[in-house]
């Protein structure tokens, strides 16, 4: 059974700031993705990586599948980025769903 | 166009009651999952399912049981409510091994 551990569970940070939010899972997976969850509740897919780095906008994602960790980064950092960011792992090809973190809470002050 | 839908939104019960959510998807995809959020905030996977397999995470009660009358939809269902299953349902799609698409969740609440 893997587990996912993310750090900082809360994160609160001025507007421009750059943001680093990571983590780390204890076995072997197929591939590592990023979510983000409005305040709304609503849970959208950033990315899903299972190696090397990836770049969409001002948010870039990289894993490190020796040491079993990720990084999400955003760059510029704005209000609108405001929302929780969870890691989550799946292993087997996929089929048998994600294996969630606990969230990262990210508040960007005006 | 909404690629991934539940109904209700909002679903508030009697404990013992029978409840069933509805999930759609519209993107093609093979593979669905019903995932659950807590009180406090976390996710755990409850089932997934192709046209082949059902795939049913050890710790859900087998109060709930998911069906899928084609590939489109995957519902879930729950017996005999209990108070512990106020939660928020989130269903998702993807092709297998892919991103997954999440529905806008179903907020449960058990009296």
């Known amino acids: 059974k893997n587990e996912v551990e993310q750090s900082p569970q809360n994160l609160t940070a001025q507007e421009g700031e750059f943001i680093t939010i990571n983590c780390s899972y204890s076995v072997g997976i197929s591939a590592l993705h990023w979510l983000q969850q409005h305040p709304g509740g609503g849970i959208v897919s950033l990315f899903m990586?299972?190696?090397g780095k990836k770049k969409h906008g001002r948010l870039i994602a990289t894993i490190n599948i020796q040491e079993k960790h990720s990084s999400l980064h955003i760059t510029a950092s704005h209000p609108r980025d405001s929302a929780v960011y969870i890691c989550a792992v799946s292993s087997g090809g996929g089929a048998d769903g994600l294996t969630f973190g606990k969230g990262t809470h990210l508040i960007i002050q005006p | 166009d909404t690629a991934v839908s539940q109904t209700p939104k909002y679903l508030v019960t009697q404990m013992g009651n029978d409840k069933s959510i509805k999930c759609e998807q519209n993107l093609g995809h093979d593979t669905m999952y019903w995932y659950k959020q807590d009180s406090k905030k976390f996710l755990k996977i409850m089932f997934s399912?192709?046209?082949?397999?059902?795939?049913i995470n050890e710790t859900v009660p087998n109060r709930f049981s998911p069906k899928s009358p084609d590939k489109a939809h995957l519902n879930l269902h729950i017996n005999s409510l209990e108070l512990g299953d106020s939660a928020v349902y989130f269903c998702?799609?993807?092709?297998?091994?892919?991103?997954?698409?999440f529905g806008p969740g179903t907020r449960l609440t058990v009296l």
């Open positions: 399912y192709n046209n082949k397999e059902l795939i």
């Open positions: 998702a799609s993807s092709p297998q091994g892919y991103e997954q698409f």
């Open positions: 990586l299972s190696s």
